[in-house]
């Protein structure tokens, strides 16, 4: 567990900032795409810092052992780009008046947040196969960006992205937008798309449509071991809900994928 600090904030587009940060540790830690991060926001009058792992329990059980009012909220992140020890996290503005939205709205330099990994424990290496297929929302796009970045140069691949709205855009080449305001919708702009039968498959984003994506993908025939797949966050529910029974089927899903 490791304190950042904001160095710089800027507007990537109306409904995504970016952040990036300096903190102990950053430069020894290893590169790879979609790194995966805990983020820790203080809460009002709390501190962002929780004490490391000590001989009567691990840094996680030392957490939940702070009382509620001041332990900081935990979210996942992803780590859009980390060189020279200065890590940049990009962080969509969803409005719902979550911690990390909120925060992120108003982030400056000098801000301080928590810092629990990344750990190559989680790391989600590329498939291979005639054709990678990426699909998320915007929450999913820091991560295939990372991707993209390091595909081999004549790999071929399909990326849908879905944003709200076309202002939300990034300079990702190749990338298909799917725009909510023009009635597009992620499952439907994936689904009308052929895939041969060497396909390897990246999802993430809202966990409703991932799951479905994960469904179409199988009854196309794709193996289980061929999807990745992750539930980034969830309709009408925080990261601190408990969770749901398609959460835990999800998670069984994961396991059973990987003792396959
Ligand atoms: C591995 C992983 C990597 C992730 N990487 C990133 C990343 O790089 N950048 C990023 O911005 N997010 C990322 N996310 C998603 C992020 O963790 C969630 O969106 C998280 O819920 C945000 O926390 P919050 O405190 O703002 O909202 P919460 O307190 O968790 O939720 C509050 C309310 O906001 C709603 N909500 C949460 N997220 C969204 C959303 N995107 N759109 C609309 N409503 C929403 C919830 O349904 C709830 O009603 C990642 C998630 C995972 C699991």
Known sequence: MSLLTVTGVRALTPRMTRVTFTGDGLADLGTWPDQQLKLLFPKQGGSAH??????????????????????????????????DG???VDFVLHGDHGPAARWAATAKPGDVLGRFGPSRDYARPLGTAELLVFAGDETALPAIGSLLEVLPAHQRFLAFVEVADPAEEQDLPGVRWVHRSAGEDLVSAVSAVEVPASVWVWLGGEASTV????????SLGVSREDIEF?????????QDDAPTEDDLAEARER??????
Not at 53 to 82: H, I, K, N
Not at 211 to 218: E, I, N
């Open 86 to 88: 200065v890590l940049t």
């Open 230 to 238: 992750a539930g980034y966050w969830r309709r009408a529910l925080t």
């Open 211 to 218: 799951r479905l994506l994960r469904r179409h993908f199988v």
């Open 50 to 83: 929780v004490s490391d792992a000590t001989d009567t329990g691990t840094w996680y059980q030392a957490y939940l052992a702070l009382p509620e009012e001041t332990r900081p909220w935990m979210r996942s992140f992803t780590v859009r780009a980390l060189a």
């Open 255 to 260: 396991i059973a994928a990987l003792t396959e």
